[in-house]
């Protein structure tokens, strides 16, 4: 039976890095699952919570697709609404990262990363072996946040409200990846990480 490979487990509030982070793991030859990427795909016409959505909520889809615009507002007029949101999709990406998972073990891969923005809030980190989280000062986390298409402060606090604060989160971690101090340093702080696991695995 084939070795199961290391978990990381990449996390980080929003506006942090983390995307970036995955993809310096990435540069590094590390495969990575991305939730966020799936859900994207899930969430396409065909996608497979596309339908169990119009079921469930069908103004919130549009030409056979998830209209998220329209899912964010019914989630933000009805708080039980993330919750079933939540039951439909979670499994679905569950069954994903451990076809994921499942293909790494098979090709022998010593080091996968599971790129997870709600990691610790979804209580997932007993299920990898040792956690990333991706940081930066709240004032840069800030102006990140606001730069982004369709961000609006209001927005950004109940984000922000729904998620782990990052001193919790750095202080859970086993390693922290800065991301404000420019790439080359980033992917400096990568590299050291993946040494330093790459070491105890032998």
Not at 60 to 79: F, N, T, Y
Not at 168 to 196: C, N, P, S, W, Y
């Amino acid at each position: 039976m084939p070795r199961s490979p290391f978990i990381i487990g990449l996390t980080g509030s929003i506006a942090m890095g983390k995307s970036q982070t995955a993809r310096l793991f990435a540069a590094e030859g590390v495969s990575v699952h991305d939730s966020d990427a799936v859900i994207q795909k899930l969430y396409a016409k065909g996608g497979g919570a596309a339908e169990a959505i119009a079921a469930s909520f069908p103004e919130s889809v549009s030409q056979g697709a998830v209209d998220k615009p329209a899912l964010s507002a019914r989630i933000a007029s009805d708080p039980a609404a993330l919750e079933k949101l939540e039951a439909l999709v979670h499994p679905l990406v569950a069954a994903d990262r451990d076809a994921f998972l499942a293909q790494a073990a098979a090709k022998g891969e010593k080091i996968v990363v599971l790129d997870m923005p709600l990691l610790f809030e979804a209580g997932r980190e007993s299920g990898v072996d040792a956690v990333v989280v991706a940081s930066a000062p709240a004032a840069i986390q800030r102006q990140r946040a606001l730069a982004r298409p369709g961000m609006t402060a209001e927005k950004f606090e109940k984000l922000l409200a729904r998620q782990l604060p990052d001193v919790d989160k750095r202080a859970k971690a086993h390693f922290v990846v800065v991301t404000d101090k420019g790439l080359d340093h980033a992917q400096a702080q990568v590299r050291m990480i993946l040494a330093e696991i790459q070491k105890k695995l032998g």
